[in-house]
């Protein structure tokens, strides 16, 4: 390489060193987690990806999965972020229940709707919030692998789900035992032990536990020792911990995270979009776009929070010291957007400094560098133009788990259904079809403007 080329090269690379220095915030560092006395077998990375075309998902497990929060979280995701998919999505959440549990009435309650992808999450109250036993993993074991083989039976791939960490000692476990080190290491041994599951019976593994106790680790040197990520009783996790599970089972998926990418040359000032969206007008060196594709966002403006089932999705407004109910400290804590949430802008052959990007009535200041190395609009700006018919969609999805936990346990395993189940399950599902609807009602293309302008 020529001296002079190899001089702007070496300067090119030193001007976005220096530009992502000054305009980004540290990242977090993804470091192991440190229990004494557990070693985690190694999880690969997930060998297909394991969500299809037309998919109906059943999110199976116990009260963390009947919060309906993570479960909130995967189902907006797979609406609006990979619509191409067309997924639907049933949550099956049950307070207190074991492996077994789920066995004994998976026939009833999920097999009946013919799901084609399932995911559990169970193994907080498998391991009896004691020190692990051999005894406990031998239960644990056998239970799991029943339910994995009878949703293979019926068809359905799974992704086998490992339990999370707990914080502090469940107070309204009167036979709880042992310390809370004591408690994550056998919760750490039944994710060794899901894994292995998962790996003879050819199921995909959604590694919950590791990053979760990582993200705890990381969140109290970050934000105080008040930090919760398995929530403030210990073990039902609030919005943070939900979000790392929610990135836990999509990245398990095999989702590559590209939401799209707009390429900007200001040269004829000429703008490209990938699939999922449109150019609708170019005007100097602003540009319309419709978009069928949504980022995912962190929070939401107050004002644009419907009311609707709880717990609320996180507002932009909260203040420092939340942030155990807060998706926007998940995101910091992994990699989210990185991995699952790319909206790209790339800007070519700029001439300026630096440049202002306007996204809808929010803006930001980038280096000629960044641009052209691209930046990541979801990250980026934190308040979208897509805010206000993402909360439309959520508050939907919202109202439609809300149903299926009344569904199945007050219905089916109520008086009607004791009565007639075949009944109960039609007049339900008639009316789950609405919520279904109201869903694919508030999906709709959001039409917005970037503009790129130099900074003065």
């Known amino acids: 390489m020529p001296l002079a080329m190899r001089s702007k090269l070496l300067l090119w690379i030193l001007g976005l060193s220096l530009g992502l220095i ?17 070693v985690p077998l190694p999880a690969p990375p997930p060998s297909r990806t394991w969500l299809q075309p ?50 004994q009435r998976m026939t009833n309650d999920c097999l009946r709707f013919q799901p084609t992808l399932a995911t559990t999450c169970y193994g907080m109250n498998d391991h009896e919030y004691r020190p692990y036993e051999e005894r406990i993993g031998r239960t ?26 707990v914080g502090k000692m469940p107070h309204w476990v009167k036979s709880a035992s042992g310390t809370v080190e004591d408690l994550n290491r056998s919760l750490g041994t039944l994710r060794n032990l899901a894994l292995e599951v998962a790996q003879r019976e050819g199921a995909g593994f959604a590694d919950v536990f590791l990053p979760m106790l990582r993200a705890g680790d990381l969140g109290r040197s970050r934000f105080g020792t008040n930090f919760m ?11 943070a911990g939900h979000g790392v599970m929610a990135y836990a089972f999509l990245k398990a998926m095999g989702l590559d995270g590209h939401i799209g990418t707009f390429t900007v040359d200001l040269s004829d000032n000429s703008i490209r979009v990938s699939p999922g969206h449109e150019v609708v007008s170019s005007v100097a060196r602003t ?24 717990p609320a999705y996180p507002a932009c407004e909260m203040p420092p010291g939340n942030e155990t109910a807060s998706l926007r400290a998940a995101f910091e804590l992994v990699p989210f957007h990185r991995e699952l949430n790319r909206l790209m802008l790339v800007v070519k ?38 805010a206000a018919a993402f909360a439309r969609v959520d508050a939907a999805v919202a109202a439609k788990q809300a149903f299926e936990t009344r569904q199945v346990k007050q219905i089916f395993h109520g008086p009607e259904g004791r009565a007639d189940m075949e009944k109960a399950v039609r007049e339900t599902e008639a009316e789950r079809e609405r919520l279904v609807q109201a869903i694919r009602a508030a999906f709709v293309p959001v039409t917005h403007t970037l503009s790129i302008l130099p900074a003065g």
């Open 349 to 386: 052959n700029g001439t300026a400094d630096c440049y202002r990007v306007r996204w809808g009535s929010a803006s930001k200041v980038f280096t000629t560098a960044q641009l052209a190395h691209g930046i990541n609009l979801a990250e980026e700006f934190e308040v979208t133009p897509f």
């Open 22 to 38: 000054a305009c980004q915030a540290p990242r977090a560092v993804f470091q192991e987690p440190t229990l004494p006395g557990y």
């Open 54 to 103: 037309g998919d109906r998902l059943a999110i199976c497990g116990d009260s963390i999965t009947e919060q309906r929060m993570y479960s909130r979280l995967i189902e907006d995701y797979l609406t609006v972020c990979v619509p191409q998919y067309r997924v639907s999505v049933r949550q099956f959440g049950w307070s207190g229940e074991r492996a077994l549990g789920f066995l």
């Open 287 to 310: 540009f319309t776009i419709r978009s069928h594709r949504y980022p995912f966002p962190a929070c939401l403006p107050q004002e644009m929070i419907p009311e609707g089932p709880r």
């Open 229 to 239: 990520i398995a929530g403030t009783d210990g073990v039902h996790p609030d919005w």
């Open 140 to 165: 644990y074991v056998e239970n799991l692998t029943a339910v994995v083989r009878a949703f293979q039976g019926h068809g359905a791939r799974v992704i086998v789900g490992s339990p999370g960490c």
